[in-house]
T-cell receptor
Framework: GESVGLHLPTLSVQEGDNSIINCAYS??????FIWYKQESGKGPQFIID?????DKRQGQRVTVLLNKTVKHLSLQIAATQPGDSAVYFC??????????????FGTGTKLQVIP | GAVVSQHPSRVICKSGTSVKIECRSL??????MFWYRQFPKKSLMLMAT?????????EQGVEKDKFLINHASLTLSTLTVTSAHPEDSSFYIC?????????FGPGTRLTVL
């Protein structure tokens, strides 16, 4: 079946460096993607989203890039801080024909920030 | 932003008992809520979509008689794990939908002894 997945399960970065977390998706019909951050023992927290009619979207210290040609999504975190340590999920939000909207999560990447 | 709460945050129960988990949208009405299950170091897996006033839609492989969902109002959905067994131990997370956005609860840690 079609799914959303991540290339790297764990990423360690030095504090202050930039982080890049990657995600591959297989459903070419997907038109809305979200990045979530999940800290240990907590629910996912929305970070940033992007629609398929965009290639790039920026937030505060975060940028999401979408490459529809190769079905690839990335999250860039600038000047990574210890508080950024968490598991990051890319997710696909879609409403199948005649169905209800739902979010499908990728496998997740654990980001470890080294002080 | 929108706030979603879950109760309880942690529950420990004996095998064979039933456990009810509540999911509430505190400051908005949600016609649709979702229930996820998450195993340690794994991703969230959608269990079911809960719709106010109608039956829940379960994902393939999820037993509807095992995981009872009731969307009693526009701000409350409940998940009841019936006759719980140790393999039901997991982190259960709900979310509430407003427009296209989903807002997640803090999760409930269920441990079945």
């Amino acid at each position: 079946g079609e799914s959303v997945g991540l290339h790297l399960p764990t990423l360690s970065v030095q504090e202050g460096d930039n982080s890049i977390i990657n995600c591959a998706y297989s459903n070419s019909a997907s038109d809305y993607f979200i990045w979530y951050k999940q800290e240990s023992g907590k629910g996912p927290q929305f970070i940033i989203d992007i629609r398929s009619n965009m290639d790039k979207r920026q937030g505060q210290r975060v940028t999401v890039l979408l490459n529809k040609t190769v079905k690839h999504l990335s999250l860039q975190i600038a000047a990574t801080q210890p508080g950024d340590s968490a598991v990051y999920f890319c997710a696909e939000n879609m409403a199948p024909p005649g169905g209800y909207q739902k979010v499908t999560f990728g496998t997740g990447t654990k980001l470890q920030v080294i002080p | 932003g929108a706030v979603v709460s879950q109760h309880p945050s942690r529950v420990i129960c004996k095998s064979g008992t039933s456990v009810k988990i509540e999911c509430r949208s505190l400051d908005f009405q949600a016609t649709t809520m979702f229930w996820y299950r998450q195993f340690p170091k794994k991703s969230l897996m959608l269990m079911a979509t809960s719709n106010e006033g109608s039956k829940a839609t379960y994902e393939q492989g999820v037993e509807k008689d095992k995981f009872l969902i009731n969307h009693a109002s526009l701000t409350l959905s409940t998940l009841t794990v019936t006759s719980a067994h140790p393999e039901d131990s997991s982190f259960y997370i709900c979310s509430a939908s407003r427009d296209e956005e989903q807002f997640f609860g803090p999760g409930t840690r269920l441990t079945v002894l």
